[in-house]
């Protein structure tokens, strides 16, 4: 029986480029699946082929018990969806956008104004509600879209990228309006390149590179998989940095990774607290003064780093103030979402 959303064997390619290299996924009913992934992985074609907006070359795409391909109108009226970039109506205010797509769901006019109230205090909108959403920052447009995904729930939702361009106040506080949601029932779908967002709220995380799933599990097993600990040098000046790297590297299992503003070094190792205290000696004899020194568990970062090769970086065009044009949620309006930043209205090619 597949999940809420089923994934088979999917590829799309764009001239040269393969997006998308037999993608496999299944996020069952009422979980979070994490979809991460170095910047042009392939995270926001899959989330496309799966609502609809992109035909895959080949493959399968069951979402909410209904063919993908065969049947993307039925598809669209059990989803939300929240793409990477903002879609926000520009000359309409934060509440009429909330209200449009109310009433695009079908709520009576009653019931789309007071879902837009709601919403636009839950996401720190009310004052700005009655400005037009041109005036807004890129983080406020952020927030006025994922409200809008948020209109009515469908049952499977889709967050491409949802906290990207938020402080660190607005991100936790829609951490715990998707932990409300999905304890609702809601089955998610999340991208992000924010670990610690994955390792909050998915139950399951696929990692993915070059178009293809390199690793599965839960934050916990991929964490496992990764091994051993990790030591964490920060030393005191610049130039005693690839010394300890040296130092580091001779007790290590595996490279370093260097952070030159913090002058933070991370090396896999094993061995624990008398390794630690190897390690201080070793760095003394060499001269080398250190601020902070400490062993820890390697984090999502590590697993993400030591699968891909890359640091999670965010893409720098994220939540950029001139997203597309088109009306909040693809899911059942048929309207679709400007994920490409061009406004313009996808459907199915
Ligand atoms: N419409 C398109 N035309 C041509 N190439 C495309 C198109 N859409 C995506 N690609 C290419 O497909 C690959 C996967 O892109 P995709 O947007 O799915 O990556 P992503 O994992 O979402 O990256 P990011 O983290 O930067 O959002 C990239 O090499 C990208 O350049
Ligand atoms: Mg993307």
């Known amino acids: 029986m597949p999940g809420a959303i089923y994934a088979e064997g999917l590829v799309k390619t764009f001239g040269?480029?393969?997006a998308l290299d037999g993608v496999d996924l299944e996020v069952p009913e009422g979980t979070?699946?994490?979809l991460l992934g170095p910047n042009g992985a392939g995270k926001t074609t899959a989330v496309r082929v799966l609502t609809t907006l992109l035909k895959p070359d080949s493959g399968k795409a069951v979402v909410a018990g209904v063919d993908v391909l065969r049947r993307?109108?039925?598809v669209r009226r059990s989803i939300g969806l929240s793409g990477q970039f903002a879609a926000v109506d520009e000359y309409l205010t934060g509440r009429e956008n909330l209200q449009m797509v109310g009433q695009l769901y079908q709520l009576s006019a009653r019931d789309a104004k007071k879902r837009a109230a709601t919403l636009l205090e839950r996401f720190h909108l009310a004052d700005a509600a009655?400005?037009?959403a041109k005036t807004y920052s890129g983080g406020m447009?952020?927030?006025?879209?994922?409200?809008a995904a948020l209109v009515v729930s469908p049952p499977v939702m889709f967050m491409d990228e949802p906290t990207t361009g938020l402080d660190p106040r607005n991100r936790q506080e829609l951490w715990v309006v998707i932990e409300e949601l999905v304890s609702g029932g809601?089955?998610?779908l999340l991208t992000t390149q924010y670990l610690e967002e994955a390792d909050r709220l998915a139950h399951d995380i696929a990692v993915v590179d070059h178009g293809k799933v390199i690793a599965r599990g839960t934050s916990d097993q991929l964490k496992a998989r990764t091994g051993g600990e990790r030591v964490e040098v920060v030393v005191h000046e610049r130039e005693h940095i690839a010394t300890a790297r040296g130092v580091l590297e001779g007790f290590g299992k595996g490279e370093s990774v260097v952070e030159e503003h913090t002058r933070k070094i991370t090396v896999p190792v094993t061995g624990g607290a008398k390794l630690l205290a190897e390690v201080i000696r070793e760095l003394d004899a060499r001269g080398v003064e250190i601020d902070d020194i400490g062993?820890?568990?390697p984090t999502l970062d590590d697993v993400f780093l030591s699968l891909t090769g890359h640091v999670a970086e965010v893409s720098e065009t994220n939540g950029a103030p001139d997203a597309g044009a088109g009306a909040g949620t693809g899911?059942?309006?048929g309207t679709g979402t400007g994920q490409d930043g061009t406004g313009a209205k996808e459907t199915a090619k």
Do not use: C, I, Q, S
Request: positive net charge.
């Open 16 to 18: 040269e480029v393969k």
């Open 32 to 34: 979070v699946l994490g």
């Open 295 to 297: 062993l820890r568990r």
């Open 331 to 333: 899911a059942g309006t």
């Open 186 to 188: 809601t089955t998610l």
């Open 72 to 74: 993307p109108n039925e």
């Open 141 to 147: 447009r952020r927030r006025l879209d994922l409200a």
């Open 130 to 132: 009655d400005r037009t």
